[in-house]
């Protein structure tokens, strides 16, 4: 017991904490909306697109800066993101072929670049892949400040702008027809997930991060059949995971924070497909139980019925 | 000679990835590769925490049983309502985390680099190699690869008729009474065996990369399945050559630059494709509006 408090008392260790709440509530509310458009894998094309552009800010800069890596991310996820759009609006490839053949490029080109500022014996070049991996532990105050206000600004974003998301998820035609601007929401919610994944690199690291996006929203999707629910929801488990996470990493067995956040959002993920309402195994099996015995009962009743005609 | 083995393992990874790809593009299922190729670390780990050795036979196990099982509950929560992308994403995320929190658990100490593992390097390839009766016979990478590129010719080519038509009409393919399920965990059983084969030894991205983009760009150039096949099994080799010469070069990662180079081509074929080109479509519309 005393063992919690003493993490909980360390200042660092509640900013980290803070952070990874903030930033699993975040992508949980969007990626509820990329769960609806579909679009659930875009997460993890935009964290390994991310690659080039950490290496051309570094290339450029010299300095290992954390938001240089951010704003290069950020750029390199847009490209990737118009690429998707460009290649699926304007060829008959599909959007998961697109997705893939961005992802394997942008991260080849990364790998090269990679490669050559390795190669070229610039020293300060060490931690480059670590800041891809990501460890929440080793983030500082400043990083858990940007991290928090790049979350609060997408929550506030996706609330102000709830009504014409849920129109664009649900009915894209009907949106157009009404007058929105479809293609600048469209993007806008690609630069949301951007934003979301390049702020999330730095403590689930590239793979893990995509995790944030898709787990979360798929849990809520089974508790509810109403967008505000759920959305709310998918950040209320985002944000549970980014705590219960961090703060198992934290107790002091030394695991990773990324994967033990995925951990906590999959653990929740199972708890969803078992126990939800209506679509839980649970409820399905139980459903199905009662049917029977009702059914049963029905012939119970019908055969003494039968029985009493007969006399 | 190494050249020769590095551009040989790149070449017959292209083409295996090649001819499972197309089916994948066709089906909308390009992400597979990328989400079997993050799942199978924790059969990995398992393997060598039960084998205590890094033998990559039984890696090559422990990869393969992780493949299926992230095949089948990728279907399994698809065929109960999750979207088919999300359920994707659901399990391989998962899989992985798994696997990351065992390495770091229980192999501090050993040297089992997750670097290594999961990026291997084709730089490597021709020092690996096996021997036989006390004679060298070649590297291990160009005896797995081209192993699971027989394994998918043989299969491919014998039910080819049944494969294309599980791609382009499954109601159609069930209806006649072919066991659309059957060719379905065939064919990512496929997708499983090529994926594991090769990255192992070439590194994940190599794999994810050659397993779309040549298809892609090969879906571009052709309407006939068997075509495309060809086409896409030619970019691929095409690009591990180019990509070899580009990193002599550029001095940088092998796989990085023929992923690149398969990139560039697929760009190539997006603007300037004959029938489904950026280019050829502008044009021919202004030909036809001044008509």
Not at chain 1, 19 to 39: E, N
Not at chain 1, 157 to 174: A, M, R, V, W
Not at chain 1, 180 to 203: E, K, N, R, S
Not at chain 2, 4 to 19: K, P, R, Y
Request: charged share 10%; net charge positive.
């Amino acid at each position: 017991m005393s063992d919690w408090m003493t993490v909980f008392a360390d200042p660092n260790v509640q900013w980290i904490l803070f952070g990874c709440m903030l930033l699993g509530l975040s992508s949980g509310v969007i990626g509820s909306f990329a769960y609806l458009r579909k679009q659930s894998l875009m997460g993890d094309a935009l964290a390994h697109a991310a690659l080039p552009g950490v290496c051309i800010a570094f290339m450029l800069s010299g300095s290992k800066s954390i938001a240089l890596f951010l704003i290069g991310a950020a750029v390199a996820g847009t490209a990737a993101t118009f690429g998707i759009g460009y290649i699926t609006r304007h060829t008959r490839i599909k959007q998961d072929a697109a997705l893939a053949i961005v992802l394997s490029t942008f991260f080849g080109l990364g790998i090269v670049l990679l490669t050559q500022i390795q190669h070229s014996g610039n020293g300060n070049q060490s931690g480059l892949d670590k800041f891809l991996f990501g460890q929440a532990a080793t983030m500082m105050q400043n990083d858990v400040w940007i991290m928090a206000i790049i979350s609060l600004v997408l929550i506030g974003i996706s609330t102000l702008l709830f009504k014409e998301f849920k129109l664009l998820s649900f009915d894209p035609g009907f949106a157009r027809g009404i007058g929105y601007p479809v293609a600048f929401l469209d993007q806008l919610i690609m630069f949301l997930l951007v934003v979301a994944v390049v702020a999330g690199i730095q403590a689930v690291g590239v793979v893990l991060m995509a995790a944030l996006l898709i787990t979360p929203a798929v849990s809520a999707r089974y508790w509810t059949e109403r967008l505000g629910f759920m959305v709310a929801l998918s950040g209320m488990f985002g944000a549970l995971s980014g705590l219960a996470g961090t703060f198992i990493s934290s107790t002091g067995n030394n695991l990773p924070t990324g994967p033990l956040i995925v951990l906590v959002a999959t653990a929740v993920f199972f708890f969803s497909v078992l126990a939800a309402p209506r679509r839980g195994i649970l409820s399905k099996l139980l459903l199905r139980a009662s049917a029977r015995s009702q059914a049963r009962q029905e012939q119970v009743i019908l055969q003494a019925v039968r029985r009493e005609q007969d006399r | 000679m190494s050249t020769l083995w590095i551009i040989l393992t790149g070449a017959l990874v292209a083409s295996t990835c090649g001819i499972v790809g197309c089916f994948l593009v066709l089906r909308r299922m390009a992400m597979i590769g990328d989400a079997i190729s993050h799942s199978v670390l924790p059969g990995i780990v398992i393997a060598f925490l039960i084998s205590g050795s890094r033998d990559s036979l039984f890696m090559l196990l422990g990869a393969a049983v992780l493949g299926l099982v992230t095949v089948f509950l990728i279907q399994l929560f698809h065929q109960s309502g999750v979207q088919s992308d999300a359920s994707i994403g659901v399990v391989f995320t998962a899989l992985f985390a798994v696997g990351v929190v065992l390495v770091s658990m229980y192999t501090k100490h050993i040297d089992l680099d997750l670097d290594c593992v999961l990026y291997g390097e084709i730089a490597y390839v021709p020092w690996n190699t096996i021997q036989l009766a006390g004679i060298d016979i070649g590297p291990k990478a160009v005896w797995g690869v081209g192993l699971a590129l027989l394994l998918t010719i043989l299969l491919i080519s014998v039910f080819y008729k049944q494969f294309k038509l599980c791609s382009f009409d499954p109601a159609l393919a069930a209806a006649v009474g072919i066991p659309v399920a059957l060719f379905h965990y065939l064919l990512m059983g496929l997708v499983s065996v090529s994926t594991v084969a090769s990255f192992e030894s070439v590194g994940a991205i190599l794999v994810v990369g050659m397993l779309v983009v040549p298809p892609a760009a090969a879906y571009l150039l052709t309407e006939r399945l068997s075509r495309m096949i060809v086409y896409s099994v030619v970019i691929g080799c095409f690009s591990s050559v180019l990509g070899y010469y580009a990193a002599h070069l550029l001095d940088a990662s092998i796989a990085g630059c023929m992923i690149s180079v398969a990139g560039v081509i697929f760009l190539l074929a997006l603007l300037f494709s004959p029938g489904h080109g950026i280019v050829f479509r502008k044009w021919n519309r202004r030909q036809q509006l001044s008509s």
